[in-house]
């Protein structure tokens, strides 16, 4: 097997397919649950593996020059904790075992290997601290294989800012190299300010956590010909709109764009193929964009009423971009103190450029002879790590809810798993406003015990942990914990713990951290309870009109919340309904809710 080259180039595709080169497809995504270099296709029993069909598959990516990005997944049956694939290992040292060998058998020509997919939603039916667990575990067991080699944060459906950031806040910040998001978009048109301004989002806060210089990868983007209004033409103009936006971000560290996918599949789809194999637009739009700007560099943009224009720099020479972000055209008089050469559109059509020039949604590559700097976009050194990695430290939060909470006036007992393949024990230290607890362990679980005064201050507090082995320090942990006078139930919607209280769904649908359209119900349990708070970060679409019910019963209900707004916060007492069951039902016009608090009174 010969060796590959890991290229430099922003543009990639998902799913591999022979005779694509020629759009100039320099990344292959791969892996988990589609293709060959999949856990349960290599290792159908524990022990017992099967190379063969994932050695041709890494042979034929290679001879198409381009780079593999395999997706390590998903969980074999054999080794699921659940009935299906989507279920976090019920061992992570068959995780860890399976990882090593991919990662040792392919160095050399692999470099980059992404952990799970979308993690955030169904193709991950764990916790967002089993995922934690799952990224440090492929992080120790990859770098082990090849210390070169570089771990891609399992990209996130959409630009996934609250489980993103939770994976941080458990220590998960140093356990990859690269970011990776999806940031998809619906309707026949592509907001590119909405677009921009959610990476910038996402790099705003991996600025905060001290990451800024990690990469973004988008190893996801896309729209179906299925969809209404997608036709053919309209998704190959979508798609050279996306590709050029995404290479005009470099304040945000965005430098790879991988097209979802490759070929439609039992009819029309995202592919760039159709289902026979022969071309879309979609495909020589891919092929009009990389044929262009392959190797270029982005400078600015430029302001103007009605287009979008973009320049980059490429061999030294000004190149210009331009589309109308509407159905819509616009003029776009070219300045007349450079020397334009050549104006390339759609369908490989070339001609002279004029002084001015009629640009509509399809975008137009305008070049010229003038050469301009070399841009300089500030870059952010990368900190030596002082931390062991190979021992690390999680707090699993209590089943049922998705963040760790601490009553006052009790003792509260907060579990810490050491995952420590060596024989020396740990030191624990932890911290919780003034509060302070230690503990010891080699590996496996451990208990941290804190008395919260009854005064100490309701909401949020930081979960401070610091480890130790051997004198060297281990990665710290800085969990936020809920404080409250009872037990805390909280979640973000569309998630595994969520879907634990849904007890009724009709229509409705998830997103990102969001449930919204249809009506969904919930039901809690305030048996042991003397009463309760509910806070909702709920609204509807463009302001709509929405409304939340309680109910004892499931049968009669009494209205508790109401408005015609976005989201925001939202809190009603709950204390009627103490000692018993609690539905909580949505209903509205595309209302939607992102997050759930109910905090009970003891």
């Not at 990516?61 to 049956?77: C, Q, R, T, V, W």
């Not at 909405?194 to 001290?210: R, T």
């Not at 914990?481 to 849904?502: K, M, Q, W």
């Amino acid at each position: 097997m010969s060796s590959g080259a890991f290229s430099d180039s922003l543009f990639g595709v998902v799913c591999p397919w022979a005779g694509t080169q020629d759009a100039g497809i320099k990344w292959i995504r791969c892996g988990a649950g589609c293709t060959a270099l999949d856990w349960g296709a290599i290792e159908k029993e524990r022990g017992v593996f099967d190379w063969q069909a994932a050695d041709a598959e890494v042979r034929g990516i290679i001879a198409e020059g381009a780079s593999p990005l395999p997706i390590l997944g998903y969980s074999p049956k054999w080794a699921s904790s659940g009935p299906d694939e989507n279920y976090p290992p019920a061992d992570l040292r068959d995780w860890s075992d399976f990882v090593y060998r991919m990662v040792y058998r392919y160095k050399g020509k692999i470099k980059y290997w992404e952990v799970w997919n979308e993690p955030d939603i169904g193709f991950w039916k764990g916790t967002i601290e089993q995922y934690s667990d799952l990224l440090k575990s492929a992080y120790v067991a990859a770098k082990r294989a090849d210390p070169d080699c570089k771990i891609v944060f399992g990209g996130t459906a959409g630009v996934n800012l609250p489980f993103t950031e939770r994976v941080y806040q458990n220590g998960g910040k140093y356990y990859f190299d690269v970011m990776a998001v999806h940031p998809y978009q619906w309707g026949d048109t592509f907001n590119d300010e909405w677009f921009v301004s959610q990476l910038n989002d996402l790099h705003c806060l991996m600025e905060k956590w001290d990451i800024g210089y990690k990469e973004i990868w988008l190893t996801e983007l896309g729209w179906s010909t299925g969809d209404k209004g997608i036709t053919e033409e309209v998704q190959a103009r979508l798609l050279a709109q996306a590709l050029i936006t995404s290479q005009s971000i470099p304040e945000a560290n965005v430098t790879k764009v991988f097209w979802f996918c490759v070929k439609d599949w039992d009819g029309p789809g995202y592919g760039l193929l159709k289902p026979d194999g022969s071309r879309k637009p979609a495909f020589e739009a891919y092929k009009f964009v990389t044929r262009t700007l392959e190797g270029a560099e982005y400078v600015a943009r430029l302001p103007h009423p009605a287009l979008r224009c973009h320049v980059f720099r490429r061999d030294g020479r000004l190149l210009l971009a331009a589309w109308s972000p509407g159905k819509e055209t616009a003029s776009l008089t070219l300045p007349d103190d450079i020397k334009w050469t050549l104006i390339r559109r759609f369908g490989g059509k070339e001609v002279k450029p004029s002084e001015e020039i009629e640009v509509g949604p399809e975008p137009v590559i305008i070049m010229s002879d003038s050469i301009i700097p070399k841009p300089v976009w500030p870059k952010r050194p990368k900190p030596s790590t002082p931390y062991r990695l190979e021992v690390w430290l999680s707090v699993p939060a209590p089943e049922g809810t998705s963040r760790l909470f601490a009553i006052r006036g009790r003792e509260n007992e907060i579990p810490v798993v050491v995952h420590n393949d060596s024989p020396n024990e740990v030191s624990i230290k932890a911290r919780i406003g003034g509060i302070t607890a230690e503990s010891t362990a080699k590996v496996g679980r451990t208990v941290l015990n804190f008395r919260l005064p009854k005064d100490f201050e309701n909401g949020l507090a930081t979960l401070r942990i610091t480890g130790s082995c051997e004198g060297k320090s281990l990665a710290p942990l800085s969990i936020p914990i809920r404080v409250a006078d009872g037990p805390v139930t909280e979640f973000l919607a569309n998630s595994t713990i969520e879907n634990g209280y849904l007890v009724e769904n009709q229509g409705s649908g998830g997103s990102p951290s969001v449930r919204f359209n249809g009506t969904w119900t919930y039901k809690f349990d305030l048996s042991n309870a003397e009463g309760g708070r509910l806070a909702l970060c709920v609204g509807a679409h463009q302001a709509n009109e929405w409304r939340v019910l309680l109910s004892s019963d499931q049968k009669t209900w009494a209205p508790a919340l109401s408005g015609k707004s976005n989201r925001s916060w939202h809190e009603v007492d709950v204390t009627p309904y103490a000692g018993g069951p609690l539905f909580v039902k949505f209903e509205g016009n595309d209302q939607q809710l992102s997050e759930l608090i109910l905090t009970r009174k003891l």
